[in-house]
């Protein structure tokens, strides 16, 4: 069996509904070794990172920057889960009203000092909502989902 960590920050209906675009998306794939474990950025702990064999994080742009409590996040898990947690899978994907590439820099010099293995890139939502986002990160998801799922990362 394999875990897939999903820490998503969701202050808005629409950033709701990317998480559960996700969620569902990994359902309709129907993993049979796969485990998941949704929380927020103030939920998810070391101990989440140590049980994840793969990790899908969710984030607004704020301010040309990763979400506050997703920042949060990082700075809790950072150094209790920096040597065990080498070339751990990670995805992305950010809502960004406006560019996403301070918010895609910041989270991928926290995610290299890491060491995690970046699996696909960061899918960034740009501008007004647009529908089609919903199957974008659910395509995001179940590509993660597979790849744990299939023993591929």
Same mark, same amino acid.
């Given at each position: 069996m394999a875990n897939l960590l999903?820490?998503?920050?969701?202050p808005s209906e629409n950033t709701r509904?990317?998480?559960d675009a996700a969620l569902t998306g990994i359902a309709q794939l129907a993993p049979d070794n796969l485990t998941v474990? #949704? $929380? &927020? /950025?103030l939920e998810a702990s070391a101990e989440d990172i140590e049980w994840c064999d793969g990790i899908l994080i969710g984030t607004t742009e704020n301010l040309g920057y990763m979400a506050g409590l997703i920042?949060?996040?990082?700075?809790? !898990?950072?150094?209790p889960c920096l040597e065990s947690s080498q070339g751990l899978p990670v995805a992305l994907y950010i809502r960004a009203g406006q560019? *996403?590439? *301070?918010?895609?820099? &910041?989270i991928g010099r926290i995610t290299t000092g890491l060491r995690w293995k970046t699996v696909s890139e /960061? $899918? !960034?939502?740009r501008g007004e909502w647009d529908d089609a986002f919903?199957?974008?990160v659910a395509e995001l998801?179940?590509?993660? #989902?597979? *790849? $744990?799922?299939t023993g591929i990362y």
């Open positions: 999903f820490v998503c920050h969701c509904r990317l998480r474990r #949704a $929380l &927020s /950025p920042k949060d996040f990082f700075e809790r !898990i950072y150094y560019d *996403g590439r *301070g918010t895609q820099t &910041s /960061p $899918l !960034i939502l919903d199957e974008q998801a179940m590509t993660l #989902a597979a *790849g $744990l799922d």
